[in-house]
């Protein structure tokens, strides 16, 4: 069946803890606005009719909802006012176990379509909720086939690509992202890679000394940012044209056609859940070689760009800091058609900024960085985050066995 193109909205909203009621009433007035303009997909931030940072299960107890339950009710009202689909971000219980989730709820003219449990849990998550259960599903509607994920979801590649191999043509990403300027390069990563769009809706403002960074937008199967709120309430629109997404082409290449799942067991294995020392050397086996430091240096074989930076988001800084590794990316420049360009030496870290890198724009030169892969002296646990690798170490990979398909 042909889907024409619709205008898609990606709501930004600050809700304030403890007023549940005035966080509803702002919502249902920011999705009526963007369906009153013709938006026909409406997405709103992770938790937001609740807000984020809470202490523990007894805090955040009032807060809590059944799926389908009263606040999905009122956006069911909305949807079939207006014939359009809304993601809402909102903590979940689930009555037969009384376990709370941070939630993603589907919701269209007919009611509660589906939800996504977050399935990646940061660090706040534990205090509160379980981690999600229901996996990484597609849903078919009118407007295409519709995933969701929730904010730290989106950090593991496996994720997304879970979505996409099944048939996935719009992902609904909705988060509390902070401490990093947005639109963040796992983004733009995301929708990239696997060719598809991404509606993100964030958060922003300051709860509980937490500041959140907005940056709201809808990615283009390109990875193209078509329409950004940089601060402040407000909502992003584009068009989103399911053809492209069904093409299913990365970079140009068929690259979902050029799997190997042969070679993917691997991605099941969860080996960083213990010290790396001694998980590396168990059994007498070979174990880490010893970290040092070293001096390493890529090189680009020039007109400066202008406009928006173009370094923002880099593909090898995004692999960098999902691997927890240092990366050396060496590209060559093509000045007929002012592509190329812009190698770079990648540090490990995720979660902090600066950022440990070096970068050129389209010279063509060198650049050198001192990389450290040393733990502390004496320590019988990795210090260094190459060896620690705490992204790495917070997969779940019993999410990840489709990906051997």
């Known amino acids: 069946m042909s889907i024409a193109p619709y205008l898609a909205a990606a709501i930004q909203f600050e809700p304030l803890m403890f007023a549940k009621e005035a966080n509803l009433h702002q919502l249902l007035v920011l999705v009526e606005q963007a369906a009153q303009k013709g938006a026909r997909l409406i997405t709103t931030p992770e938790m937001a009719t609740t807000g984020y940072c809470w202490f523990d299960r007894q805090e955040i107890a009032p807060m809590v909802e059944t799926v389908p ?22 903590p979940e219980v689930e009555p037969q176990t009384a376990l709370y989730y941070n939630s993603a709820v589907l919701i269209g003219p007919q009611g509660v379509i589906g939800c996504h449990r977050k399935s990646h849990p940061y660090i706040s ?16 509607t009118p407007l295409g086939r519709i995933g969701m994920l929730v904010c730290m979801d989106i950090h593991f590649p496996e994720t997304t690509r879970l979505l996409a191999l099944d048939g996935v043509d719009v992902i609904c990403h909705i988060s509390n992202w902070l401490a990093e300027r947005t639109p963040a390069p796992y983004w733009i990563s995301r929708a990239m890679e696997n060719g598809c769009y991404l509606l993100e809706s964030n958060r922003w403002g300051l709860e509980r000394g937490v ?5 709201s937008c809808i990615i283009e199967p390109d990875g193209n940012i078509a329409a950004v709120v940089d601060n402040g309430d407000g909502i992003a629109y584009a068009e989103i044209d399911i053809n492209r997404s069904r093409q299913r ?3 140009g290449e068929l690259v979902f056609d050029q799997r ?30 010893p970290g040092k430091q070293s001096r390493i240096t890529v090189v680009q074989s020039y007109p400066i760009p202008t406009g928006a930076d173009p370094l923002h988001w880099h593909l090898f800084r995004t692999r960098a800091g999902e691997n927890n590794l240092y990366l050396a990316f060496a590209n060559a420049i ?6 190329g360009g812009y190698s770079g030496i990648f540090g490990p870290e995720t979660f902090t900024f600066p950022r440990h890198e070096r970068l050129l724009w389209q010279e063509t030169q060198t650049v050198t960085q001192t990389i450290d892969t040393r733990s502390l002296a004496g320590s019988p646990y990795p210090t260094n985050v190459v060896r620690r690798k705490d992204l790495v170490a917070m997969r779940q990979p019993h999410h990840y066995k489709p990906l051997l398909k």
């Not at 500041?211 to 940056?215: A, I, K, T």
């Not at 070679?263 to 859940?273: G, H, I, K, R, T």
């Not at 093509?334 to 592509?339: K, L, P, V």
Request: charged share 20%; glycine share 10%; aromatic share 16%.
């Open 69 to 90: 339950g009263e606040s999905t009710a009122r956006f069911t009202e909305l949807a079939q006012r207006y014939q359009c689909y809304i993601v809402l971000g909102m």
């Open 125 to 140: 998550e534990p205090k509160w909720a379980a981690a999600g259960d229901v996996g990484h599903q597609v849903f078919d």
């Open 211 to 215: 500041q959140f960074s907005g940056g």
């Open 249 to 251: 082409r990365v970079l």
């Open 260 to 289: 190997r799942p042969d070679y993917y067991q691997s991605l099941l294995s969860d080996s960083f859940l213990w010290n790396p020392q001694d998980f590396f050397g168990l059994y007498g086996q070979q174990p880490l070689p």
């Open 334 to 339: 093509d000045d007929s058609n002012e592509r």
